[in-house]
């Protein structure tokens, strides 16, 4: 089933959206740094075979949504849910994300609690300020510093450095290109998306919420150590875990994925 691509009009400019499948079950979803709507490509045609229609939206000043005029918040990157919302005559859905998308999601069911039903939490991280601390110094540094050169090789290096965590996959080599695309391809510096989520606490935010909630990890992820602080935070969410992978869940357990998400969502 093929995406219908469209842009709503939110506080920064124009955002960017895929909308896939009929129905009245609606669900949302937000893309992990430094992606976009692409991330869920494999997902989109499941979701909506299993009955729920899907609306990825590219984070703004990611993919091809206007940028903001500044370094955001994750409340900034929030705004963009109701806007795509109001944009499709739709007054609820359910909201989801990976990673940095889990925090844009949990902040859109905060801030905007009417509009948000559920919340599926793919690969959440509810970090101390210590550990954030260390990935602003590491990841949000190496951003930062990112540089074009002359010869191309800023392209091979991030290739190499991208592709061993979807390497195993049978077509890791194009998906990994695909990343490298998306990371380049926004209309705002790429590094935003990192410095708004490790500067979010995510551990406040998921005791915040008052929808449903499902926190969904797999092993392979370099977030599951944090799987057993998400169960000890909150006790009262749904848990589902899948096993393998890593970052990349949605193109490397796309099936498994939408198994764990519909079950949740229609229990609702």
Known sequence: MIPRRGYADGPFGQIHYQDTG????????????????????????LLAEAGIRTIGIDTIGFGMSDPPPGPPTIGDFATSVPAVLDHLGLEKAHAGGHHTGCKIAMEAAISYPDRIQSVV????????????????DTVLEAEKSYTAK???????????????????????????????????????PFWYGH?????????EAMQKLTQPALALFNTGDMLYPLAEKTRNLCPHFAYAELEGGGVDITDQDPKGWVREVSNFIFAQ
């Not at 609606?26 to 490509?41: E, I, R, Y």
């Not at 939490?121 to 602003?136: A, C, D, N, T």
Request: hydrophobic share 30%; with cysteine.
């Open 195 to 203: 410095h708004a989520a490790f500067n979010y606490d995510g551990a």
């Open 150 to 188: 002359s010869d191309g090789t800023h392209l091979s290096e991030m290739f190499v450095k991208r592709y061993p965590w979807i390497k195993d996959h049978p077509d890791g080599l194009n998906l990994c290109t695909g990343y490298i695309v998306q990371q380049l391809m926004g209309r705002g």
């Open 22 to 45: 009929p129905g009245d079950t609606v669900l949302v979803l937000c893309s992990q740094s430094p992606l976009t709507s692409g991330q869920f490509d494999y997902v989109y045609p």
């Open 121 to 136: 939490l793919s690969g959440p991280g509810p970090m101390s300020r210590e550990e954030q601390l260390k990935y602003i």
